[in-house]
């Protein structure tokens, strides 16, 4: 069986490695920001992850389907987004230095939840199951000199909520409820739980 990862990112497939699943990575395509203004209407945090990785999952899909349709073996697809929300504000990947202090002296001593919207869909026989895991991520007080250099490296600049816990954020980070995996970026416990609900067994996407 073959896990098919609709996401570039080098820390999801990093966590899928590290439990013994090779990804085939495929890019989706989506403007982000036009899948969520089509729903003409305020959406939580939540409802927006479980939107765009639905859309990014579509997106792989129309790439994928032909040439893998047909494969002898299963071959499943996932695609995933997330985001952290912050005292009921959804905040995604801030991109400018000046959004991210913003956002991370917020974060200081403060402490909010991270969702990854899931979903997996069945090439072969087109099934797909969307579900949200959250994590609640506390953090430590920083200070002005923590902020600026942490700023600096450009790290919180490219990530949901301007903070990684397996990289260099990981310091800013006293405490996690929930799935570690999810706040990196993906659930393997859920995955495993929606590849159940497909009818295939986790283990067999180990190498």
Not at 11 to 26: D, F, M, Q, S
Not at 116 to 144: E, M, N, P, W
Not at 147 to 168: M, N, Q, R
Not at 179 to 186: F, R, S
Request: hydrophobic fraction near 35%; glycine fraction near 6%.
């Amino acid at each position: 069986m073959k896990l098919i990862l609709a996401s570039t990112s080098i820390a999801r497939r990093t966590i899928l490695e590290n439990a013994g699943i090779t990804p085939i990575i495929v890019a989706s395509d989506i403007d982000e920001h036009a899948v969520i203004n089509e729903q003409k209407k305020e959406l939580s945090t939540l409802e927006q992850v479980e939107i765009l990785s639905r859309a990014k999952a579509e997106s792989a899909f129309e790439q994928v389907q032909t040439q893998y349709k047909s494969a002898s073996e299963p071959h499943l697809l996932l695609a995933c987004d997330t985001m952290f929300d912050l005292h009921g504000e959804t905040i995604g990947k801030p991109h400018t230095p000046c959004r991210a202090k913003e956002i991370i002296t917020r974060l200081s001593n403060s402490s909010g939840t991270l969702f990854t919207g899931h979903t997996l869909c069945d090439l072969k026989t087109h099934k797909t199951i969307t579900k949200v895991q959250s994590t609640r991520v506390q953090f430590a007080k920083l200070t002005d000199y923590e902020i600026d250099k942490y700023i600096a490296t450009d790290e919180p600049l490219y990530v949901a909520g301007s903070f990684t816990v397996d990289s260099l954020g990981g310091a800013f980070v006293t405490s996690i409820t929930g799935d570690y995996h999810n706040v990196v970026g993906l659930s393997l416990p859920l995955l495993r739980s929606m590849m159940c609900e497909l009818g295939h067994e986790y283990v067999d996407l180990w190498e």
